[in-house]
């Protein structure tokens, strides 16, 4: 089973930032595209940033700018720098590992902006 281990959520003003983090095994970290997708009471599940194995960046539309994904192979970890975080911003916040056809989801952070 693949774990995915998340952490860095809380409260925190507009205009603040924060930064999550998910960790997992080498294994998966080596051979997984890994992410970020968070959903919001009545929404659906939406893509945040997602980083290939070489690097390379997907955003969604409304956190591009100001969320910056990474990942540390060092660490086996992948982090979420959220930056001018605005109320809107506010949910649930899933890492997501993934390879071809399968995936996994980690537990979940609740991320709440307050204005």
């Known amino acids: 089973q693949v774990q995915l281990v998340e952490s860095g959520g809380g409260v925190v003003q507009a205009g603040g930032s924060m930064r999550l983090s998910c960790a997992t095994s080498?294994?998966?970290?080596?051979?997984?595209?890994m992410g970020w997708y968070r959903q919001a009471p009545g929404n659906q599940r939406e893509l945040v940033a997602r980083?290939?194995?070489?690097?390379?960046?997907e955003y969604g539309d409304s956190v591009k700018g100001r969320f910056t994904i990474s990942r540390d192979r060092t660490k086996n970890t992948i982090y979420l720098q959220m930056n001018s975080l605005k109320p809107e911003d506010t949910a649930v916040y899933y890492c997501?590992?993934?390879?071809?056809?399968?995936?996994?989801w980690g537990q979940g952070t609740q991320v709440t902006v307050s204005s």
């Open positions: 080498s294994r998966i970290f080596s051979i997984s595209t």
């Open positions: 980083i290939s194995i070489r690097g390379s960046t």
């Open positions: 997501k590992a993934e390879r071809e056809s399968a995936y996994s």
